[in-house]
């Protein structure tokens, strides 16, 4: 039977530190594709944010319209203590909620081992949500998992072919390939993907 992946199981999972995937910095290949963006000003997501080492790194860089959603309280909670500098400036904002509840427009989204921590029949939800919170052109960056797809997760698998029959309707597939800079208990799992909106 398919696990009830809702806020109060993420929520227990933070309760008691039970946070596997969370690596306590911002993962490589984000901040290298990170320091590759130029506008500063563009409107940044991080949905399923957890400890978002990723927007401390946005954020000490100079951007200044970056967003973070998580559904669990517990972190989100954290996070709004350990960043309350970066929202009391303006230039984070830090919000409790469903991902698929938003209903907003960024430029940039960044994916951290959200897609894989979602049930598998939430994938094509995933994609045309991800289209309509994106900006025309729009993208869509991050890590996704290769092996293979089980009942076992999260984190849940998936492969090229996978990937390619749910975003290819939504984005042109500008990367989806392995990542050469994963963190070393993830090399050899883990695909890099950058998605532009069509
Ligand atoms: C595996 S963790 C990854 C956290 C973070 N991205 C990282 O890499 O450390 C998945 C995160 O997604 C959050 N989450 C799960 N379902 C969500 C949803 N529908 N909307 C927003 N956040 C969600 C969980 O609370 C959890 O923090």
Redesign the pocket.
Known sequence: MEKS?DQSY?NQRYAEAQTG??IGYPSPALTKFVDGLRDKNQRILI?????AYEAEYLLQHGFNQVTL????PL?VNELKQKLKQYINEGRLRVLL????ELNETFDTILE???FC??PPTMRQNYASHMYSLLAPKGTLAGLLFCFPLTDEG??FGGSVEEYERYFGPYFEIQKLEACYNSIKPREGRELFVKLMKI
Do not use: M
């Open positions: 992946l993420w995937w969370d949905p399923g944010c957890g400890n959603i998580d559904i669990a972190v909620g469903d991902f698929f951290q081992t959200f921590a979602l999260p984190p």
